[in-house]
């Protein structure tokens, strides 16, 4: 077998957009070609122009097919030597054929085995018109041209978290939805799950959410006092297909923390059988140096709290706790 460093293969993304920005500043790190061999889907004279717009010191050798790909360097492939705009931000019509260009030239190079990682930079999906199907983001269309019929999952991942998107972009309601028809249709055992969606424009701090029969959140306001949401009533998923799950929207302000939490938290025990319940997990989050913590000692607060209240009683369910800062 031949012995070579991994290959990646880089799509510039949209031209007006970061994905230059995000591979010179990857690379700037010289340890990170010591790990692979970086193969850039893309045109020279569009990473030259973003390479000097950003004052970056960054270099790269241009190659004409992936075959050809240097170790120690950034390979950058030509996927097409037009003369284009680039305009910093805008949509355009040209930014996505460009990434467009880019995305088939790497896909048909995957099929060939010319590499063995694939990495695609942002693009806008309204900017980029394709023939053969509509284009509604990167994920379906690598899921149709190189899936060979399986389905894509989309992780977000960072050091902290893992997060396995289940359904293509959609209202909160309609995951509700498309997840209790999925776990309904094949469900002898009778079992059902508690969700909350909530998905936050961070732009205008609004919130789409959909609760499922879970535990109500709760909002911490960077200037009141913390409360239980008060939701629509929806049933938990999986208890029999065809519900029609509502939808709200919340206006959240800056600062404003929420906490979500499984019922692990509200029915810990003591031993004489006495709960934690939200009253008391109310009154925990009301005091005035809550407020202070940021959202990983909130967690450990809580947690500790219920551990200190449920002493050496044994957990009877699991306990989940999740923060965030608006």
């Known amino acids: 077998m031949e012995n070579r460093k991994i290959r990646v293969a880089i799509t510039h993304g949209d031209t007006n957009g970061i994905g230059y920005e995000l591979i010179f500043k990857t690379f700037a790190d010289p340890t990170i070609l010591e790990l692979c061999t970086p193969i850039i889907y893309g045109s020279p004279k569009v990473a030259a122009y973003h390479r000097n717009v950003l004052g970056i010191q ?3 050798t241009i190659i004409n097919k992936a075959e050809d790909a240097h170790d120690g360097k950034v390979n950058l492939l030509t996927t ?17 054929t460009a990434a467009l260009k880019a995305l088939k030239r790497a896909v048909d190079d995957h099929a060939k085995g010319l590499f063995d990682v694939l990495v695609t930079a942002p693009v ?5 018109k394709n023939n053969a199907f509509p284009f509604t983001s990167q994920t379906d269309y690598l ?4 899936g060979n019929g399986q389905k894509a999952l ?4 960072n050091e902290h978290l893992r997060v396995a998107m289940a359904t293509r972009p959609l209202p909160v309601k309609d995951i509700a939805t498309r997840i209790n028809n999925s776990i309904a249709k094949n469900n002898d055992a009778n079992m059902f799950v508690t969700l909350f969606f909530g998905c936050i424009d961070l732009d205008t701090k609004k919130m789409e959410f959909c609760n499922a029969g879970h535990n109500p959140i709760i909002v911490i306001p960077p200037d009141g006092e913390p409360y239980y949401l008060k939701v629509n009533p929806n049933m938990a998923v999986g208890v029999w297909g065809g519900f029609d799950y509502k939808g709200e929207i919340l206006d959240l302000r800056p600062g404003t923390k929420l906490l979500l939490y499984t019922d692990g938290v ?4 003591k031993a004489d059988n006495e709960q934690f319940g939200e009253e008391r997990l109310l009154q925990h989050i009301s005091a005035p140096e809550f407020k ?7 967690v450990s607060s809580v947690l500790d709290a219920v551990k200190n209240f449920a002493g050496d009683n044994e ?5 989940t706790i999740f923060a965030i800062t608006i």
């Open 315 to 319: 957990q009877n369910d699991d306990i």
């Open 292 to 298: 202070n913590l940021n959202p990983e000692e909130m």
């Open 80 to 96: 097409f030597d037009d003369e284009i705009k680039v305009d910093m931000g805008e949509q355009s019509d040209e930014a996505g």
């Open 58 to 60: 960054a270099n790269f």
């Open 143 to 146: 899921e149709r041209t190189a």
């Open 266 to 269: 509200t029915e810990a025990e």
């Open 154 to 157: 989309t992780i977000l991942v």
């Open 124 to 128: 806008n999906p309204s900017s980029i």
